[in-house]
């Protein structure tokens, strides 16, 4: 059954891939762009500070932080998904599995991050944003933490949650305060690394 071999699969490129931060952020954005020049190094960063890379391997905002990644000597993922309009796996991703199936591809930026930066992005990029933080609110996974990245994109929508969304009382303050938001690197990749060290200080060599 094809979604059965998705998950068989999946797990069995992935599971050997040590400490990984899921990157989301848009397919549009464009090489030479200032969010494309963030991505790129928060893939390096990553990579630095011992971890993997897993994006969602097409262009934009993926690519970059593959790029990032894989130019700084480390593991770089793609979790390729079919499209009508699909282009493949970017050039930089050098550990690639392709899905069929949204929900599939979903578990594996999930079950093997400790944490998830997002870049500045669209419906795709909210949509794993929410289903990461949906998680974690309800406690079906370990309280990971989420930056968002570009203070002048996101901060509408944090304001907004903070604001309209907290004083309907339809989230709590701990739910709101899941989100960080920064534009600067080495304080996203700070934030998602020492709550990484606060959940597992030792992990094997
Ligand atoms: C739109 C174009 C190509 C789309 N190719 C994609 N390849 C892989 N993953 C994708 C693609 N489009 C969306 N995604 C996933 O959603 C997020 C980005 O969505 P957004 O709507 O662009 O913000 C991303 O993190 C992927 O996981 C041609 O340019």
């Not at 790029?67 to 009508?84: F, H, Q, T």
């Not at 991703?93 to 929900?103: D, I, K, P, S």
């Amino acid at each position: 059954m094809r979604i059965q071999s998705e998950f068989v699969e999946g797990f069995g490129a992935l599971a050997e891939l040590g400490p990984a931060v899921s990157v989301f952020g848009s397919a549009r954005t464009k090489p030479g762009t200032p969010f494309y020049e963030m991505g790129t190094q928060v893939g390096r960063r990553l990579v630095e500070q011992g971890y993997a890379v897993i994006t969602g391997g097409g262009p934009g905002a993926m690519e970059a932080a593959n790029k990032g990644a894989r130019d700084a000597g480390g593991a770089s993922v793609g979790l390729g998904i079919e499209l009508p309009f699909e282009q493949g796996l970017n050039e930089y991703v050098n550990l690639g599995v392709n899905f069929r199936y949204f929900f599939a591809r979903k578990t594996m930026f999930v079950k093997y991050a400790q944490g998830f930066i997002v870049l500045p992005g669209g419906f795709g990029t909210l949509d794993e944003l929410f289903e990461a933080v949906t998680l974690v609110q309800t406690q079906k996974v370990t309280s990971f933490p989420i930056v968002l990245m570009g203070t002048e994109y996101w901060g509408g929508l944090f304001d907004w949650l903070r604001g309209t969304v907290l004083d309907a009382g339809t989230v709590s303050r701990k739910d709101v305060d899941l989100l960080h938001l920064t534009d600067d690197v080495d304080e996203a990749v700070r934030m998602v690394t020492e709550s990484d060290e606060q959940v597992a200080p030792k992990r094997p060599e």
